[in-house]
């Protein structure tokens, strides 16, 4: 069975920092897209971010400049390097993995999702 697992969410002060993580049981994984997505209560869930097989990267406008998806291939594993962070950061954050399309958009695995972690940003 697939599993993606999530760590590194917290609370943090507006302005703060914090890095998630996400590795897969993916055999895989170094073929694939990973993306970043999060959902707030009350909205629906928001890509903010994703990095090809070949290391390109795509970031959401509202996270841009701020936030900086990265890979390991050899752990398995995906980061999300999260800087100045706002109070509108708040969600529920998952990691998913995929492809990107002819277009350069991603497209998620439905199977492939994490659990999810908490970041809240509050002082």
């Known amino acids: 069975q697939v599993q993606l697992v999530e760590s590194g969410g917290g609370l943090v002060q507006p302005g703060g920092s914090l890095r998630l993580s996400c590795t897969a049981s993916?055999?895989?994984?170094?073929?694939?897209?990973m993306a970043w997505y999060r959902q707030a209560p009350g909205d629906q869930r928001e890509l903010i971010a994703f990095?090809?097989?070949?290391?390109?990267?795509t970031y959401a406008d509202s996270v841009k400049g701020r936030f900086t998806i990265s890979r390991d291939n050899a752990k398995r594993t995906v980061y999300l390097q999260m800087n100045s962070l706002k109070s509108e950061d708040t969600a529920v954050y998952s990691c998913?993995?995929?492809?990107?399309?002819?277009?350069?958009?991603?497209?998620?695995?439905?199977?492939?999702w994490g659990q999810g972690t908490q970041v809240t940003v509050s002082s």
């Open positions: 990095i090809s097989k070949g290391g390109e990267t």
């Open positions: 993916l055999n895989i994984f170094s073929r694939l897209a």
């Open positions: 998913n993995a995929g492809v990107v399309d002819y277009s350069g958009s991603y497209r998620p695995t439905e199977p492939y």
